[in-house]
């Protein structure tokens, strides 16, 4: 298994910056795809922020395109989120999400990190 521990939430104003990361520990071998999703109050789905995928691609939300920087350090084993002109609406729970492979694809969640954007 695989367990993800989030940090770099808080309260921040609006147009100010922000760097979430996310450290995997564990089976980190069995990884095959890393991301960022974002939950916001009183929605049951999460959305995929940015992320790379099992194919190898990145990929980034609509909404943060050209705001948000995703990275990844295979070596470290940590992922990192830098969110640049924030805006109230980026306000959310933000989750780092991997997808392991065994003889199926396992998903794992972190516990989540609160961002929160005044305006």
């Known amino acids: 298994q695989v367990q993800l521990v989030e940090s770099g939430g808080g309260l921040v104003q609006a147009g100010r910056s922000l760097t979430l990361s996310c450290t995997a520990s564990?089976?980190?071998?069995?990884?095959?795809?890393m991301g960022w999703y974002r939950q916001t109050p009183g929605e049951k789905q999460r959305e995929l922020v940015a992320?790379?995928?099992?194919?190898?691609?990145?990929r980034y939300s609509d909404s943060v395109k050209g705001r948000f920087t995703i990275s990844r350090d295979i070596a470290k084993n940590t992922m990192s989120l830098r969110m640049n002109s924030l805006k109230p609406e980026d306000t959310a729970v933000y989750y780092c999400?991997?997808?392991?492979?065994?003889?199926?694809?396992?998903?794992?969640w972190g516990q989540g990190t609160l961002v929160t954007v005044s305006s």
């Open positions: 992320g790379f995928t099992t194919g190898g691609e990145l």
């Open positions: 999400n991997t997808v392991l492979q065994y003889e199926g694809y396992l998903e794992v």
């Open positions: 564990g089976s980190v071998d069995r990884i095959k795809a």
